[in-house]
């Protein structure tokens, strides 16, 4: 009989409870919470205004969404989570079937005035419109954002470059007497959970997020706390589409030192080069800010290959002028030799009608000549000269013939000379040009060479500086 009466009884407890005291309006209409309750609402909740209320902040970073260098503007996506102490919040679960936690509309209550300091833009979503209070006064607010902030942008080092980018909590008017602002994550935790629930890094690498707390050191200061978060550049793109294409065009240039000096092509080659170099600046004059004090080391790298193009650009130009000099007086040479053989030419027509009854004329007309050309007509003259006349003018017009080519062949034979002479003894300004060119090729590669090093060296440092 004992046994079925106490199961009654545990049956009547359990039965009343949830019927009487189980929702949570029965837990706000314990607490009087009421959204006109200006108990909740109004003021810090505290009994005694000396108790500052103690804040607990955690951050989380989700997403960088964009980081525009020119704008020095960086967009994160972060989820807050803020909590404190309400005192006037308090509530037995075992009276209320256990219920431990309510959610209700952040209208109702108090919450901490928190901003950022580099926030530019409010963000347009609605903030969470529900707050979690528990049964020992707790509050707990969430909330994610799409943070519009500035961040002084470090663009020496662009694209190797890492920026670290500030978001600094604090409230609005209260001072430390009111709030205190404290982390409630840790560095390595931050860093952890960030990199977790990371989804989207735009070009970044999230490297870490480093929480610090600058307590006020009087009570009429503010408590601040600092999420700095560090990043690194992913760099490939910006190689691949900017620093090689730049490096192809100087190697284009170098290549360019053989093509031969003589015609303008050249010369528009370089200037098409250096043009494109040109397209190249203005795209990187699109992306960097202008605001920066110390110039990048990109900039330096693009002016300085502009500059080094532009230097062999100008070598062209004089070389050309050089050589300019030098084939205006071969002009005159060739105009000499040619007249020297139109004379000879005009004698030797004039001998050849001699021919016909002179011999010995003839022969003195082709001894004007190189030997190895003219030896043959001479010889073969006298066999003509025995034959009747119908003959004679037809061998006269073989004779011609064969001394047409002959002119033909000497021609190319005295370019061939003159081409060899040249050679062995140049005019002095194609000399001096040759000389030029030589001198400044090697020059130019050792300056093309430790220009790169030293940019290159440069980078690398940076880098170093950054990661110790
Ligand atoms: C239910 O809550 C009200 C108000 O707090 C209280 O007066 C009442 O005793 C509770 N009922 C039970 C069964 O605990
Ligand atoms: C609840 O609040 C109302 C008005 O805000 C007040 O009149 C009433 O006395 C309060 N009740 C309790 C139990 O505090
Ligand atoms: C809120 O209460 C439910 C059950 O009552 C529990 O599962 C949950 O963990 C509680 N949440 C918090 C934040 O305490
Ligand atoms: C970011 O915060 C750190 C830590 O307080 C500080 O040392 C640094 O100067 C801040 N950077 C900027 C850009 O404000
Ligand atoms: C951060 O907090 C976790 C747990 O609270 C702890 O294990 C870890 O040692 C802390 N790290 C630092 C750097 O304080
Ligand atoms: C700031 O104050 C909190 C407690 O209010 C303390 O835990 C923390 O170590 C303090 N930080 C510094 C840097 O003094």
Known sequence: MMLPGFLFLLFLTDGVYPERNCSYQDVLNHL??????????????????KHPTQVYLEVLLYAILDVVEKDQKFIPYVWTVVRWHNEYISWDPNEFCGINNVSLPTEVLWKPDLTIEE?????????????????????????????VSTCMMQIYKFPFDIQSCNLSFKSIIH????????????????????????????????????VTANNASNMVDQDIVIYTITMKRRSVLYIVNFLAPIMFFLCLDLSSFLISDSGGEKLSFKVTVLLAVTVLQLILNEILPSSSNRIPLIALYCIGIFALMLLSLLETIV????????????????????????????????????CHGEEHKWTECACIYDVSTSETPCELLPVAKEDNSSKLTEEYHA??????????????????????????KPCYWTKVAKKVNRVFFIFYVTVVTLFLIIIFVQWNNADGVIAT
């Open 399 to 424: 004779l011609e013939k064969l001394s047409d080519e002959l002119r033909e062949m000497e021609k190319t034979l005295s370019l061939l000379l003159s081409n060899r002479k040249e050679g062995e």
């Open 32 to 49: 009087n919470l009421t959204k006109n309750n200006e108990l909740y609402s109004m003021s810090r909740p505290v009994k005694n205004y």
């Open 119 to 147: 926030m530019t833009e409010k963000d347009k979503a609605p903030p969470s419109p529900y707050l979690t209070i528990n049964d020992k006064g707790d509050v707990e607010v969430q909330n994610d954002q799409v943070l």
């Open 319 to 354: 070389v050309m002028h050089l050589m300019e000099k030098d084939s205006a007086c071969e002009d005159n040479d060739a105009h000499k030799d040619q007249s020297l053989s139109e004379d000879c030419n005009k004698q030797r027509k004039a001998n050849l009608h001699n």
């Open 175 to 210: 001072t430390a007497r009111d709030i205190r602002l404290q982390p409630s994550d840790n560095s390595s935790e931050a860093t952890e959970w960030s990199r977790e629930g990371m989804r989207t890094q735009y070009e970044w690498l999230f490297i870490n997020m480093i």
